[in-house]
């Protein structure tokens, strides 16, 4: 499964300084993968955060390694 992170995550000056976060939330990615690396599961992620998808998680890790594979710029909102 391929996951496209732009569909899932976005950037807004408005929303947390712009730190990148899941779309529709104050979710920050950053928040989402530090659970992961402490061993947090998926099932319990989406038990704690009911409105956020699965993809939006999976999203959140294509977000990561894009961002170690080349600088990643989001466009700011409009």
Same mark, same amino acid.
């Given at each position: 499964?391929? =996951? #496209? ?6 950037? #807004?000056?408005? =929303? &947390?300084? %712009? +730190? $990148?976060?899941? +779309? %529709?939330?104050?979710?920050?990615? @950053? &928040? =989402?993968?530090?659970? &992961?690396? &402490? %061993?947090?599961?998926? @099932?319990?992620?989406?038990? !704690?955060? $009911?409105?956020? +998808?699965?993809? !939006?998680?999976? !999203?959140?890790?294509?977000? !990561?390694? @894009?961002?170690?594979? #080349? ?8």
């Amino acid at each position: 499964m391929e =996951i #496209n992170w732009r569909e899932y995550i976005e950037s #807004n000056p408005k =929303i &947390l300084f %712009g +730190k $990148p976060v899941i +779309k %529709g939330t104050r979710i920050p990615v @950053d &928040l =989402i993968l530090e659970k &992961l690396s &402490l %061993g947090e599961s998926f @099932d319990q992620l989406e038990e !704690a955060y $009911p409105h956020i +998808k699965r993809e !939006a998680i999976f !999203a959140c890790l294509s977000f !990561a390694a @894009d961002a170690i594979k #080349n600088p990643i710029v989001i466009p700011k909102a409009s």
